[in-house]
């Protein structure tokens, strides 16, 4: 059954522009189409465990567990997080990495301030908490925070997160509406953009949601859509795709969508894909 969009996609496009305005100015400026400029994007469709290739590859991309500095952002589970360490230990357990620290507020003026965003100017890597993306848009956009978690990119440190830390990633906020995930287009439609012109979804097969940015896509032309399943990553530098983990992830393409009616593609574990070109780097496997 189709779930609910609310609002019209020219509608849409225009509240989305003017909420894009910002009352303080993130530097963003980059030359690549989608990915960051520096450092790497590590996006998890949700439920990942103790999945090693993912753990692995963050602890080696913040630095390798005797060097990382690693920040928890726990936003999307809401305040009964603030003062959890659960999260905390479990990464530590996970990675073996001694430097990870709790980072919490809904607070702008809070993330607004140079006390708080200080663990950030030494981070190397930075893991965003699943939950509800919303939260995460309310606490950090268009704040100091937001710019330091820019600057961890910058300094070549890497930026992960799982299902709602997923989708905070794109500059869409897909689900991002108050009153539930069910709708697809809500009251937010920001996110902190670390994967430019980019709509990001997850638990993609788990709760049968892979049709779910067709529309969407075949009506934004400019973005790209995402899907993740659940214990699945994509691993970005610059423009450039890899995939981890034990499922897929579904790749929506307008040209794919309008000219060769397919709606999506699947790519698997070590699938490599060049999101400037919007074209496949690994060959298929050949048919026996």
Known sequence: MMKPILLSFSILLMSYTSFAQTPIQINTKSTTRHGPENGSLLIIGGNVGTTPAVWNKFTELAGGKDNAHIVVVSAAVGDSAAFDQKDVDLVKKITGIKDVVLLHTKSLAEANSEKFIAPLKRATGVYFLGGRQWRIADSYLNTLTQQAFFDVLNRGGVIAGSSAGASIQGSF??????????????????????????????HLFVRNRQFDLVDFIKASPKLIGIGLDEATAVWIQKDKLEVLGKSYVAIYDYDNIVKKNIPFYLLRAGDKYDLKNRVLLTKPPVNN
């Open 173 to 202: 906020l897909w689900r991002g509406d108050t009153k539930g995930p069910e709708i697809l287009i809500g009251d937010h439609l920001q996110g902190l953009g670390f994967l430019k012109d980019a709509a990001i979804d997850q």
